[in-house]
Each structure stands twice: as C-alpha cells, then as structure tokens.
C-alpha cells in the first residue's frame, strides 16, 4: 500500500505526554509516586555518585593507573602544506586568515604547518611554528615561512 497524506501516521510512542508524578492513584503513578517501596532510591535527596555501582568497587577504580598529563603542554592547531594549497589564489595568510578559511576553529589558537603536500604558489605564511620540511618547501616555491615574534632562520643545507 502506497503512503500518502489519508495514511500517514504518527510512529508509536511519538505522541506520549510527559510523566506527571503524584497527581494521585488515577493517574497510575500516584502513593509512592513511582520510586518504589523503601531504600535507598525512595528517599527524598538521593543522588548517586559518577560510575556507583551499588556497592561494588567501581569501574575507575578496578582499573589500573597509567600514564602521565603534562598539565603545562601547549596544544598547537596542525595545518598541512596541502591545505593551504587547496587555497586558490592566496598570496598571505596571517593569524586572522586561518579561522576565515576553516583552518583553524578559534582566532587564538597557536598555529604549527607541518610539510605534508606540496606548494606550486609563492605564499607569505605566518605561524607560531614550522616544521623543518614545511620551511623548504614554502621557500623553494618562492615564499616565506615567518614565526609569529620573528623569521623563521633559514633551514640547513
């Protein structure tokens, strides 16, 4: 049977209202307004902690520790040398640029180009950091690779 507008309905369950609890026993949730008889759960400022598991020692705590965060790293947003030459027609791009092409997803993220791809144009490329490959190969397609606070020294011979 084909569906058309005369056939059409809601799917199960679309249509159920919110439950109103202790609107007494006619509405099927009245007395103990669905929280059962006694423990734990019934009463009135319950709340369970993340991962409980009634009683039995935790998940996070069964497992071993592992590993070490360096809470002082700075996360650096990787831009690829192919990415930027998907970018047709671009002679310079600055910090405001990389969050206006979708490069990057906020103004004030720092910066690393990594060398991966090639450049055929000659773009001025400013950045927090470079990578060793990615100074070659802005500066063999004739552009410049300039550290935000300074030039980038040439790469080594």
């Not at 669905?34 to 423990?39: A, D, E, I, N, Q």
């Not at 690393?112 to 950091?129: D, F, Q």
């Not at 397609?141 to 606070?149: D, F, P, Q, R």
């Amino acid at each position: 049977m084909a569906k058309n507008l005369s056939n059409l309905r809601a799917p199960k369950k679309a249509n159920t209202g919110r439950k109103r609890v202790g609107r007494g026993m006619g509405s099927g949730m009245g007395k103990t307004s669905t929280r059962g008889h006694k423990g734990q759960g019934s009463r009135s400022g319950f709340s369970l902690m993340r991962g409980f598991e009634g009683g039995q020692m935790p998940l996070h705590r069964r497992l071993p520790k592992r590993g070490f965060t360096n809470i002082f790293r700075t996360e650096y947003t990787v831009v690829n040398l192919d990415r930027i030459a998907a970018l047709d027609a671009i002679s310079e791009i600055t910090l405001e640029d990389y969050k206006k092409l979708g490069l990057s997803s906020s103004k004030k993220a720092l910066i690393k180009i990594l060398g991966s791809g090639e450049l055929t144009s000659a773009i001025t490329i400013h950045a927090h950091k470079f990578s060793k490959s990615a100074v070659e190969k802005i500066e063999k397609a004739g552009g410049k690779a300039i550290v935000l606070g300074g030039p980038v020294a040439p790469a080594a011979a």
